[in-house]
């Protein structure tokens, strides 16, 4: 079985930057490609970024591209680098891992997730 498990989540002001990881654990050779999703109370869960298997590849949504950054600098370990933070960007951020190795952004094709990571940002 795969653990994915985020950290780095907090409460920030506006303009601030924030920093997610996701530390896999397990039979970590069943994850390749990877991705964060978000979610509000009462909203369904949106795609945030991807990161393909050979890390060569990655895909952000329009709301966050330019601002926020996915890397990975291993098999196991997954980032998250959200620079201009915006009230809007105030969710549960998820961790998810799948096995394609290309770029995925619908959260039905990722096998594992992590527990999530509340981000709140005031104005």
């Known amino acids: 079985q795969v653990q994915l498990v985020e950290s780095g989540g907090g409460l920030v002001q506006a303009g601030d930057s924030l920093t997610l990881s996701c530390a896999a654990s397990g039979a970590t050779g069943k994850v390749y490609g990877m991705g964060w999703f978000r979610q509000t109370p009462g909203k369904e869960r949106e795609f945030v970024a991807a990161i393909s298997w050979s890390r060569r590849n990655t895909y952000y949504s329009d709301s966050v591209k330019g601002r926020f950054t996915i890397s990975r600098d291993d098999a196991s370990t997954l980032y998250l680098q959200m620079n201009s933070l915006k009230p809007e960007d105030t969710a549960v951020y998820y961790c998810?891992?799948?096995?394609?190795?290309?770029?995925?952004?619908?959260?039905?094709?990722?096998?594992?997730w992590g527990q999530g990571t509340q981000v709140t940002v005031s104005s």
């Open positions: 998810a891992g799948g096995t394609y190795s290309g770029i995925n952004t619908d959260d039905r094709e990722y096998e594992y």
